[in-house]
């Protein structure tokens, strides 16, 4: 055999090449392939591996915010139900459109059985709201301290939802009455005259 010389060696002779040196140089390609498959395979799983990292601290954070949600559940639950009860309540205190003339007539007939004389009681357009309407009633009526503050009292313990707003209380000038039919008095005195606004409220119906 003859002594081998590595300049000879060339890729367009790559036939004559011995056995040994074919083995070896193959056994080299070999080598490198599967270290560049390993190391372009080893880059995608890290990159896999990365992104399921990701996905995992996401569901954990997912799991927990459920978990938070279920053990709040049943208080919203509870929080809902005594909501929709007070709701109800508040429901059944305003009457439907039918029931305002009663309502009001139910009002003038406190401020009578209190002593009161009504100067003005004066219905107002209604103004409507999301679920309700409010009727304002401008009220003008004369009597004594106390028979008024029987009347608000009674007014504000109604069944029905009724406030009172724009209080104004004066007493008359016993001039300007000159010429005019005499001013009643209650026990010798002048009477307070009361100015105020009474709202009711009515439960929209939107059929």
Avoid: C
């Avoid at 409010?134 to 007014?155: L, N, T, W, Y």
């Amino acid at each position: 055999m003859s002594e081998l010389n590595l300049n000879e060696l060339t890729l367009e002779n790559v036939g004559s090449w011995p056995v040994a040196v074919k083995g070896a140089s193959f056994a080299i390609i070999l080598v490198v392939i599967i270290g560049l498959g390993y190391l372009l395979s080893f880059k995608e799983q890290s990159e896999r591996l990365a992104r399921l990292e990701d996905k995992e601290v996401e569901l954990l954070q997912t799991m927990e915010r459920k978990q938070q949600q279920a053990a709040n559940l049943r208080a919203y639950q509870k929080q809902l139900a005594e909501i929709q009860f007070k709701f109800g309540k508040l429901l059944k205190q305003l009457p439907g459109k039918s029931e305002i003339p009663e309502l009001l007539e139910e009002i003038s007939q406190i401020g009578l059985n209190a002593g009161l004389k009504f100067q003005l009681f004066d219905p107002q357009p209604e103004v409507a709201h999301d679920f309700y309407a409010e009727v304002p009633v401008k009220i003008i009526v004369d009597g004594s301290f106390h028979q008024m503050a029987i009347f608000v009292s009674r007014v504000a313990n109604m069944k029905r939802i009724v406030t009172m707003h724009d209080f104004e209380l004066r007493f008359p000038n016993p001039k300007k009455a000159e010429g005019k039919k005499p001013i009643r008095l209650i026990n010798g005195r002048l009477p307070l005259f009361m100015t105020v606004t009474a709202k009711v409220y009515r439960y929209r119906t939107f059929d």
